[in-house]
C-alpha cells in the first residue's frame, strides 16, 4: 500500500501539533533548554504571530489614521498668537513643543473634527475590548510551548478564550487603562520645566513603567493557568517581580536585545532602499518576545504556586 508523503513546510497549518519533549529529556528551565525549547518551536512561533498582530493592527491602522490626518498650520490655529507672545516672554519645554525652534518652520495642528477621528475611537475601543482576549488565547499557546505540551494553535486559542472570557475582558480593559495612564504621566513629566519635583515624579513614572511591564508577564499566565480573583492576581504579579527578579531580568534585555536588533535591520533596510525588510521583524517579533517571557515567569509561577501543592492543585483550572 502506497503511503502518504509527509509535508515539509507546514507553517500556515495552524491545526498541526507541534514536536513535545522527548522522553528522559532535561527540562530545566535554563539558558541552554531555552534554546533548544524555542528552536524546535521555531515554526509554531511564526505561526502564532500572526494571530499575535491581531492584538496589534488596530493601534498601528490608529496610528497610521492619525499621521496623514488632514492638519493646519499653527498660524491659522486660534490660541497661536497668545500662545507665541507666552513663549517669547517666558520659554517653557511645553511651548517649545508648539514651533520649530531653530528651523523658523511652524508646525501643523492636527484637525481633530476630522471624521477620521471617528474611525480611529472604533479601532480603538475595538482594540480595548477584545485586548484581554486576545492575550489570554495567545498566552494560553505560548505556556503549553514552555510546558512542553502538545499544541494546536486554532483550537487552543479560541478554548482558552471561552474558558476566560469574563476575567479577560476586565483584565484587557484594566490593563489598557493603566498602559494609558502611564502613558500619559511619562509625556506629562517629559514636557514640563525641569526641576527637583518634575524630576523626581520622571523617574517615578520610568520605575512604574518598568515594574508594570514585568507584571504583565505574569499576570496573563496566571489568569490561565489558575482560577484567582483579578485582585490576587495582580497582587501576586508584582511579589513575583521582586521573586524572579534574576529571570525578569534575562527576559527583558532579551526582549530589549531582539527588539534593538529589529529596529537596526529596519533603519538598515530604509537606509539602503530595500523597504520590503519593514516585513520582516512583523514575522517574529511578538511571537518570540512572547516566548522569552512566558519561558522565564512560569518557573516562577511552578516554583511558587503549583509545587507546593500536590497535584491535583484545587485552585488550578481543569485542562
Known amino acids: 500500500m502506497e503511503t502518504k508523503k509527509k509535508k515539509k513546510f507546514k507553517l500556515f497549518d495552524m491545526n498541526r501539533d507541534g514536536p513535545g519533549v522527548e522522553k528522559g529529556e532535561d527540562t530545566t528551565p535554563n539558558l541552554k533548554y531555552f534554546f533548544k525549547l524555542w528552536g524546535r518551536k521555531f515554526w509554531r512561533l511564526i505561526s502564532l504571530n500572526l494571530l499575535m498582530l491581531v492584538q496589534v493592527l488596530p493601534l498601528v491602522v490608529a496610528v497610521y489614521l492619525h499621521m496623514t490626518a488632514p492638519k493646519n498650520p499653527t498660524q491659522y490655529f486660534p490660541l497661536y498668537a497668545p500662545m507665541l507672545g507666552a513663549q517669547t516672554a517666558l520659554p517653557t519645554s511645553v511651548g517649545a513643543t508648539l514651533f520649530s525652534g531653530a528651523s523658523g518652520l511652524l508646525r501643523e495642528i492636527t484637525v481633530f473634527n ?48 471561552r474558558r476566560n472570557w469574563k476575567q479577560a475582558l476586565g483584565m484587557g480593559i484594566l490593563d489598557c487603562a493603566v498602559i494609558g495612564v502611564l502613558f500619559f504621566d511619562f509625556n506629562y513629566f517629559y514636557g514640563m520645566p525641569p526641576s527637583m519635583g518634575t524630576n523626581f515624579m520622571y523617574v517615578m513614572t520610568i520605575a512604574l513603567i518598568l515594574i508594570y511591564a514585568i507584571m504583565r508577564f ?3 499566565t496566571m489568569m490561565v493557568t489558575f482560577d484567582m480573583k483579578l485582585s490576587k492576581i495582580l497582587k501576586n504579579a508584582l511579589i513575583f517581580t521582586a521573586l524572579g527578579i534574576k529571570r525578569n531580568l534575562m527576559a527583558f534585555l532579551g526582549i530589549a536585545a531582539l527588539t534593538a536588533v529589529s529596529v537596526a535591520l529596519i533603519v538598515l533596510g530604509i537606509q539602503i532602499g530595500f523597504y520590503a525588510v519593514i516585513i520582516i521583524p512583523a514575522l517574529y517579533l511578538l511571537g518570540f518576545c512572547g516566548f522569552m517571557y512566558t519561558y522565564a515567569v512560569y518557573p516562577v509561577i511552578k516554583k511558587y504556586m503549583i509545587d507546593p501543592v500536590a497535584p491535583p492543585a484545587p485552585s488550578a483550572k481543569a485542562e
Open 114 to 161: 476630522s471624521p477620521i477621528y471617528w474611525i480611529i475611537g472604533i479601532l480603538l475601543v475595538l482594540h480595548v475590548a477584545t485586548y484581554g482576549w486576545q492575550k489570554a488565547g495567545t498566552t494560553y499557546i505560548l505556556r503549553n510551548m514552555v510546558r512542553g505540551d502538545g499544541v494546536f494553535l486554532l483550537s487552543d486559542y479560541f478554548y482558552a478564550i
Open 218 to 220: 505574569y499576570m496573563y
